[in-house]
């Protein structure tokens, strides 16, 4: 019977372990938002939880954009005026929160936008403390399963906090190779441009000698 009771503890626990990995409460997006468009989005959110938003902008000239965070009674919660990148965290309440990214204020350039969601205390209602009430009568084992859930949970909090941190070295470098590349762009233009302006001008001061010295010919004859 304590066996049975361990093998049904020990089965629990690996239940919880793949809940507890499979369930992500982040999540990251990258688009593109054309010139003289506003762009919304919804996040459906519960009551004592908190929604933390992150924005870069990745490229496109300026590098801005207008960002607004709605309520979902239509309350304004946070603004961004012209900003490349901004950072808002808000405690939710039970309802849709609504934020935008509005590039309405320029009519040429479009912008390449990423943005992550960190939503914190969204539990689907389940006790993560079940599966205690399967651990009866296991002293034949020298284990702590409290010891290795705490474990088991600081492991997955480290990995979400590195894979949000590895999302974010991303969409610095893409923001930063954009750049790089708009720059390296902008110097083959104007490189050219002033080659082509140097062989113009030296055409033409070549012409303008040669004439000179046909004149004094003419005159002569």
């Not at 762009?39 to 959110?45: G, H, P, T, V």
Request: hydrophobic letters at 40%; aromatic letters at 12%.
């Amino acid at each position: 019977m304590d066996v049975f009771r361990v093998f049904v503890a020990f089965l629990s626990l690996c239940v919880s372990v793949i809940s507890a990995f499979s369930q992500s409460l982040d999540s990251d997006f990258t688009f593109t938002l054309p010139a003289g468009r506003k762009e919304c989005f919804y996040q459906s959110m519960k009551k004592e939880g908190s929604l933390e938003i992150e924005y870069q902008v990745l490229d496109g000239a300026g590098l801005d954009v207008d960002f607004y965070l709605y309520a979902p009674n239509g309350d304004i919660l946070a603004t961004d005026d012209r900003k490349s990148d901004g950072v808002h965290t808000v405690e939710a309440e039970d309802g849709d929160y609504m934020f935008c990214f509005d590039n309405t204020f320029s009519s040429v350039s479009e912008k390449i936008i990423f943005f992550e969601l960190i939503l914190d205390n969204m539990d689907n209602g389940e006790d993560p403390e079940d599966w205690k009430a399967y651990v009866q009568g296991t002293d034949l084992l020298d284990m702590k399963l409290e010891d290795i859930m705490e474990s088991i949970n600081s492991v997955k909090a480290r990995l979400g906090k590195s894979l949000q941190i590895q999302t974010l070295l991303r969409a610095f470098e893409a923001r930063d190779r954009n750049l790089q590349e708009s720059n390296y762009e902008r110097v083959n233009l104007w490189s050219c441009t002033n080659l082509v302006v140097m062989v113009i001008v030296s055409c033409v001061q070549v012409y303008l000698l040669r004439s000179l010295f046909d004149d004094k010919r003419k005159m002569r004859t």
